[in-house]
């Protein structure tokens, strides 16, 4: 990414070449396959990553079922609390469309924030909006939830799909093989919404 | 005997560079020894003052203020790398605390609550300080920072009930918990369901300082709760001039909010774990010890020991 590129993104448009320049600097381009997780919920984060193009779903998790909370986009930030917190993001993050991202490190983002010039403000700025987004859409997703538990002492899976949670394993029908097909070649499917792109596949231990 | 929270008086503190604010007592006329007890400020349910000032943002007018009679320069003092140049104007101030809560009244009004305002904040006040330092836990803020802070802040006392933000309305003032509690509300079909509490130096209102136009929430008070109320054009002003505390404070609020997250997004996994039927993650055992010699002792005596 570059300073012009910078300037595209929502925020961004009278950052200084100055500001710009060490921002850019400070982080790596990364890209991701559309499909693929851009963060996991759980493990550990490097810090941000402000979205350049693509869309980005963010996601809660538990177990096999997974809650589409918010799509972000480009001038977002990914996992905004992972500038300022070393704990692994709560909610995990994956790629609708191919996407491009600059990823700034935790360090990188603390430097910055020292910084006398605006590039402070913009950067807390730009990630508290990305951040009161995700609260807002958490904060949509949560009340019927918890009006739910509320009304109804011990939810189903049912439940769990009514309020928006859908599966995101699908196990593989078993393929008719001639002379049958050996347990350690079954595989599973990481099932994704929207178009079909190549499947991650892995081993069923 | 001195009260302890009450501001020295001019004589005693003199206006210098470590003091950017005049003292209160120093900006208002001295008042009778039984002066009556002034009511509060009615409370402002108009949706358009007097001045002039409507809801919508960004088309708020600045009040004219008067000339300056007296202004100094902090640049000395070398916290401050942006060259701030502090204006304590004694005219200034004593005109601009009652134009400033009449704003922050109409603002509210227009936006959000009908809350009492009902003083200027202080910074060496007990409450201040507590929620100052709360809010700032993480980085500490000078005192020149927080006394700007402070500056631009009206003391605003609500009851249970009251709101301080409603979700989808013009997000024209901030609030900073300066004591009691305040309650943030998820909108539900049948009543509103509780989804975070805030205490002392929490933020509500935290689209004034991201530049979003509408709030995300509702906040209401949860007890009789004091706020410092701050316009989202002071706040831009001062994050021009100080942009190193506007950073630490956009911090404190990303935290706070995350927090908030982090305390939803463990609810919802709680009921899902549950309604999954995956055992919840069992405490962990204490670790074997050895016990004190008094305990040995005891489980010598008892027979309980090995």
């Excluded at chain 2, 605003?156 to 709101?163: E, N």
């Excluded at chain 2, 002071?234 to 706070?256: C, I, K, S």
Aim: with cysteine; hydrophobic share 40%.
């Amino acid at each position: 990414m570059n300073v012009q590129q910078l300037r595209a993104l929502p925020g961004w448009q009278r950052v200084t070449d100055a500001e710009g320049t060490g921002l850019v600097q400070a982080g790596g381009d990364r890209w991701i396959r559309a499909g693929q997780a851009v963060v996991e919920a759980g493990k550990p984060c490097v810090g941000p990553q402000l979205i350049a193009s693509g869309e980005v779903q963010v996601l809660f998790e538990v177990a096999d079922m997974g809650l589409a909370v918010v799509v972000l986009g480009p001038g977002d930030w990914i996992a905004p609390e992972s500038a300022f917190d070393n704990t692994p993001p709560i909610l995990g993050a994956r790629a609708l469309s191919d996407t491009r991202t600059l990823a700034l490190p935790r360090e990188q983002v603390e430097r910055l924030r020292t910084m006398p010039q605006g590039v402070a403000v913009r950067l807390t700025r730009t990630l508290l909006q990305s951040q009161s987004k995700i609260a807002a859409a958490l904060g949509e997703h949560a009340a019927p939830w918890l009006q739910r538990a509320h009304d109804k002492r011990q939810l189903s899976r049912a439940d769990l799909t009514d309020l928006g949670m859908q599966r995101l394993v699908q196990p593989t029908q078993a393929v008719p093989m001639a002379g049958g097909q050996p347990a350690s070649k079954q595989v599973e499917i990481i099932g994704h919404e929207g178009p079909a792109i190549a499947a991650n596949f892995r081993p069923i231990r | 005997m001195r009260d302890p929270f009450r501001p020295a008086t001019p004589a005693a503190r003199p206006i210098t560079g470590s003091h950017p604010l005049p003292p209160p007592d120093q900006t208002r006329p001295p008042e009778p020894e039984h002066a009556p007890v002034r009511p509060p400020p009615p409370m402002v349910r108009h949706r358009e003052n007097s001045s002039g000032f409507s809801a919508v943002p960004g088309s708020q007018p600045h009040l004219r203020r008067p000339e300056s009679s007296a202004s100094f320069d902090l640049t000395g003092r070398g916290s401050s790398s942006t060259g701030l140049r502090a204006e304590a104007r004694h005219g200034w101030l004593g005109t601009t605390s009652i134009s400033r809560t009449t704003r922050v009244a109409a603002s509210s009004a227009s936006g959000s609550n009908s809350g009492v305002v009902d003083a200027n904040v202080y910074p060496h006040q007990a409450d201040a300080i507590q929620a100052f330092a709360a809010l700032f836990v993480r980085e500490p803020a000078s005192e020149v920072e927080i006394a700007q802070l402070a500056a631009i802040c009206s003391r605003m006392t609500l009851s249970p009930g009251q709101a301080l933000t409603v979700k989808g309305q013009p997000a024209l003032v901030a609030y900073i918990v300066a004591s009691g509690f305040a309650r943030m509300e998820l909108a539900s079909d049948d009543h509103p369901l509780g989804a975070a509490a805030l205490r002392a130096g929490d933020w509500a209102g935290e689209a004034v300082l991201s530049g979003d136009e509408c709030h995300a929430h509702n906040i209401v008070a949860a007890s009789d709760v004091v706020v410092f109320a701050c316009e989202r054009d002071d706040l831009l002003n001062l994050a021009q001039r100080m942009p190193q505390m506007a950073a630490r404070m956009a911090t404190a609020v990303v935290e706070q909010s995350m927090r908030r997250v982090r305390l939803q997004t463990n609810k919802m996994t709680h009921i899902a774990q549950a309604a999954l039927g995956l055992a919840a993650v069992p405490p962990a055992e204490p670790t074997s010890s050895e016990g004190s010699s008094i305990g040995r002792l005891f489980s010598k005596l008892t027979g309980k020991g090995a």
